[in-house]
T-cell receptor
Framework: KNEVEQSPQNLTAQEGEFITINCSYS?????LHWLQQHPGGGIVSLFM???GKKKHGRLIATINIQEKHSSLHITASHPRDSAVYIC?????????FGAGTRLTVKP | NAGVTQTPKFQVLKTGQSMTLQCAQD?????MYWYRQDPGMGLRLIYY???????DKGEVPNGYNVSRLNKREFSLRLESAAPSQTSVYFC????????????FGQGTRLTVV
């Protein structure tokens, strides 16, 4: 069983829609990461958080430590947001990754 | 600022051939990692180096070896490639192991035929 589960696996939205991607984990963590992987493959870090909420532009990440759950929200989605979004957790000095959510935003 | 640089970007090998994937970072990070990414699965750790001079096995080390050449460079070697090693490989680095932001290379798409 994977320690990190993401939902949905695939998501298609129309430009302008509000998007939510969910991540649940089953281990005690020191940090949770949201990563973005564009077509072409490169992976960039969007957020690292251990409590509460962080915001960067149109992206918002929240975490509930008690419920072992995190969400990534994208407001006013745009076709350039199309990518795979990956949730990862750090525990015991190790990093474990979810399988990713493939987001397609149509104009 | 280059960040994490991986070479090559693409490679096709025949079964039994060997190759080395190169990785270098210019951020003075202590920890470096090699992951593989397969369809439908999360990235899985092959080997890591918590600091210069140390290397340790990750989740899927069989068929691979690594060398932490210096603080900047961490290479991954396939001694005898197998079709099961067809994957996308990512190198990453972080200031320290665990709990700090990781920076990733652009990936190497390896096909073993």
């Amino acid at each position: 069983k994977n320690e990190v589960e993401q939902s949905p696996q695939n998501l298609t939205a129309q430009e302008g829609e509000f998007i939510t991607i969910n991540c649940s984990y089953s281990v005690g963590i020191s940090a949770l990461h949201w990563l973005q992987q564009h077509p072409g493959g490169g992976i960039v870090s969007l957020f690292m958080l251990s409590s509460g909420k962080k915001k960067h532009g149109r992206l918002i990440a929240t975490i509930n430590i008690q419920e072992k759950h995190s969400s990534l929200h994208i407001t006013a989605s745009h076709p350039r947001d199309s990518a795979v979004y990956i949730c990862a957790v750090t525990y015991n000095n190790d990093m474990r990754f979810g399988a990713g959510t493939r987001l397609t935003v149509k104009p | 600022n280059a960040g994490v640089t991986q070479t090559p970007k693409f490679q096709v090998l025949k079964t039994g051939q060997s190759m080395t994937l190169q990785c270098a970072q210019d951020m003075n990070h202590n920890s470096m990692y090699w992951y593989r990414q397969d369809p439908g699965m999360g990235l899985r750790l092959i080997y890591y180096s918590a600091s210069e001079g140390t290397t340790d096995k990750g989740e899927v080390p069989n068929g691979y070896n690594v060398s932490r050449l210096n603080k900047r460079e961490f290479s991954l070697r396939l001694e005898s490639a197998a079709p099961s090693q067809t994957s996308v490989y990512f190198c990453a680095s972080s200031v320290t192991q665990g709990g700090t932001e990781a920076f990733f290379g652009q990936g190497t798409r390896l096909t073993v035929v």
